[in-house]
């Protein structure tokens, strides 16, 4: 068991995609965000992790956004949170105003924080031996889960996952069993370990299939599986595979949700339709998305992104690009998508450019150019790179400004069918030759099917000689 908690504990390699590098750098200026809203939809360790990001990230909020993280982490146990916020707040209002400065740090505070979660401790372990004393399994899990509840609310995350862990043993059904990888999966997703996340959400997926029929299964609600579905989009989402991501998330149902210390109903909306739109084809983005019948109610929330997909599937790429852009600077301070919001954006746009060209035979790129909002030589270079990609088959005419379709070498493909029926005729002449050389030389080979192997289709060939009357 103790080696098993330390396998969870394993952290994942440190080399990771282009897309995951560190976004130290990024400074969004002109983002539009409702922090009161914002504060009163999520819960948890995940809203202090969103609000110390746009503090970080966005300067306008940074100083609103740190006073209601100080706020809430007051009403709970975490003094690694709050030491963080504090310094954070002081980084921050290096010569603001002094409206803008922190208070002074609540030493009263951090020491009556201690001690209470050290009383809580105390008794969580001693009520934890009591029940291994007894060998009551349940109480057992519910222990562990307590104390891992404790250390996620302490900000102790690796202790709360290796507590987390150590209630598999005494997982007596699969509901239990569940609600144990849910745990593990969300104290991942904090950590950023989404390989591990992945695993268990596989883990979890078993014990569901395990229990299908059984009394178990009438406990295995939609919300939870709505929460496996948006684990394993976010986790797919985070590691570079969009299109994976994308069906997890469409497989959401609005019904009973209650992830917020993850995401919201809308984040589902946003994550599922900008990987659908950045990887899948025109006709599964109507069937999979616009005609989804779950899906439609998350989009419901988001009517600017219901909107966009609309009219990316009917090709009004303009309007799409330009709505695209207005929703950039919010989504670069969402705490998942902001390190893949530029190369989804790039995927789209290039989707859009292959998707523009596919009726024409030859476009004029300054139509194009005042469609996709840019300047000529940069429209150039995007379309010139799409065609060595082999995306686009066309040729641009530099001095026209013209981007041609490449018809199809009338010589290569007339070579190719005339070398195809010439093989057909090749083999249909020596057939023809074996027929008439069997003919000639009285042979003639017949195939006897043995009765006891008719069914398996074993069959037994014999070749004799007949005399000439017998043909």
Partial sequence: MEADAEEVMQTEPSERPEIQQSQDDLQVDNAFLDLESFTSTYTGVGLLTRLIFISQHAPQYSIEALRAAHAIVLRTSSVVFYTTIMERWRKCAAGRPDSDQPPEVSTQWVTDTKKSSLLLEERLDNDLKHFKANNIKESIRRCFDELGDFHMLSGNLGMAQKCYARSRDYCATSLAIIEMCLNIIRVNLYQQQYSHALSYVSRARQAIAGSAGGSDSKSVSASLLTKLDCSSGIAHLSIGEYGDAARAFLSATLDDFSFSEILLPKDVAVYGGLCAMATFSREELHQEVLSSATFKLFLELEPLLRDVLHKFHRSKFSFCLQSLESMLPNLQLDWYLSRHVKTLYSMIRKKA??????????????????????????????????????QIAGKIDSQEKVLYASDADQK????????????????????????????????????????????????????SRRRPHDF
């Fill in 353 to 390: 450019l292959v998707q523009y060209f596919v009726p024409f035979q030859c476009v004029s790129l300054h139509k194009m150019a005042e469609v996709f909002n840019t300047d000529m030589a940069s429209l150039e270079d995007e379309v010139a790179s799409l065609i060595l990609d082999g």
């Fill in 412 to 463: 290569v493909s007339t070579f190719s069918e005339a070398k195809q029926l010439g093989d057909q005729y090749h083999r249909s002449v020596q057939a023809l030759v074996l027929r008439l050389a069997t003919k000639k030389h009285h042979v003639l080979v017949s195939v006897k099917v043995e009765h006891g192997d008719r069914d398996a289709g074993m069959t037994s060939s014999s070749i």
